[in-house]
């Protein structure tokens, strides 16, 4: 079946450095995919998407890459700061407006003073 | 513009009783869901409802049972808690016809319960 996953369940990064939480999936057929941030306590937030009919999409301060090839997806945060502290999640979707979207286990962000 | 909500914030149940939980969208969004997280496992599709009257299962929808009788409202139900069904609840909405905005699941702040 189906699965997302992440490489690392961890990742410790430097106020100030930049960060990347990769993601891979295994549905090649998937063609929406987005990354989640949640905050202790509170529910998942979405932070940025990407169709697959592109391989990179910016926001403020976040850059989502997609490489279809390899079915690898990425999270670079710019300049991370002590709220970016969170678990992140990826998440894919089988179809434009399906109605069911797998979420990968999470990863969580540990940002060192 | 509240976006999604949920209540109860936190329950205790005993093993066996029952309880509602309610979610309510005020984005006009067609689609709601309800998810349980627990720890390790990220977050699994229990019910979806792709517009109002209509329900259905997801990954683990067994001991839980919901309604959407009013497309801003979708209620999850336990008929007889069991431990196992101890863990954070969300709800999400997406899908809004009128804006015809992303896919985007857009999430509520969680319900925590415990079942003793």
């Known amino acids: 079946g189906e699965s997302v996953g992440l490489h690392l369940p961890t990742l410790s990064v430097q106020e100030g450095d930049n960060s990347i939480i990769n993601c891979a999936y295994s549905?090649?057929?998937?063609?929406?995919f987005i990354w989640y941030k949640q905050e202790s306590g509170k529910g998942p937030q979405f932070i940025i998407d990407i169709r697959s009919n592109m391989d990179k999409r910016q926001g403020q301060r976040v850059t989502v890459l997609l490489n279809k090839t390899v079915k690898h997806l990425s999270l670079q945060i710019a300049a991370t700061q002590p709220g970016d502290s969170a678990v992140y999640f990826c998440?894919?979707?089988?179809?434009?407006?399906?109605?069911?979207?797998?979420f990968g286990k999470g990863t969580r962000l540990h940002i060192l003073p | 513009n509240a976006g999604v909500t949920q209540t109860p914030k936190f329950r205790v149940l005993k093993t066996g009783q029952s309880m509602t939980l309610l979610c309510a969208q005020d984005m006009n969004h067609e689609y709601m869901y309800w998810y349980r997280q627990d720890p390790g496992m990220g977050l699994r599709l229990i019910h979806y409802?792709?517009?109002?009257?209509?329900?259905a299962k997801g990954e683990v929808p067994d001991g839980y049972n919901v309604s959407r009788l009013k497309k801003q409202n979708f209620l999850l139900g336990l008929e007889s808690a069991a431990p196992s069904q101890t863990s954070v609840y969300f709800c999400?909405?997406?899908?809004?016809?009128?804006?015809?905005?992303?896919?985007?699941?857009?999430f509520g702040p969680g319900t925590r319960l415990t079942v003793l």
């Open positions: 409802s792709v517009g109002e009257g209509t329900t």
């Open positions: 999400a909405s997406s899908y809004s016809q009128t804006s015809g905005t992303t896919d985007t699941q857009y």
């Open positions: 549905n090649s057929a998937s063609d929406y």
């Open positions: 998440a894919e979707s089988p179809g434009y407006r399906d109605d069911k979207i797998i």
